[in-house]
């Protein structure tokens, strides 16, 4: 079981950036896809991107492609959310998750999730 902490986080105003990092534990973080997932009040989760394990194929929703960068260094065990453009609608929870593919990362294991805030 691959354990997810992810410090970080913050506000910023409309147009900002923001890097959120998800630290693993273990050493099996480099056999695992990584990914992004995110919840605003009163919204379902969505899932933001994802990345394989080699770091070779990325994964984005349209509603952050062009704008967030997913990326990992194996030889940190850590992944990376880079944001820039954010915007209002930005906001929510954001979770890493670790798990078999990019289809089924819900199913794997989580971090406790770092709030991001955008206002305008």
């Known amino acids: 079981q691959v354990q997810l902490i992810e410090p970080g986080g913050g506000s910023v105003h409309t147009g900002g950036s923001l890097r959120l990092s998800c630290a693993a534990s273990g050493r099996t973080f480099s056999l695992y896809t990584m990914g992004w997932f995110r919840q605003a009040p009163g919204k379902e989760r969505e899932l933001v991107g994802g990345i394989s394990a080699s770091g070779g194929y990325t994964y984005y929703s349209d509603s952050v492609k062009g704008r967030f960068t997913i990326s990992r260094d194996n030889a940190l065990n850590t992944g990376y959310l880079q944001m820039n453009g954010l915007e209002p609608e930005d906001t929510a929870v954001y979770y890493c998750?670790?798990?078999?593919?990019?289809?089924?990362?819900?199913?794997?294991?989580w971090g406790q999730g770092t709030q991001v805030t955008v206002s305008s």
């Open positions: 998750a670790v798990g078999s593919n990019i289809a089924t990362l819900s199913l794997g294991s």
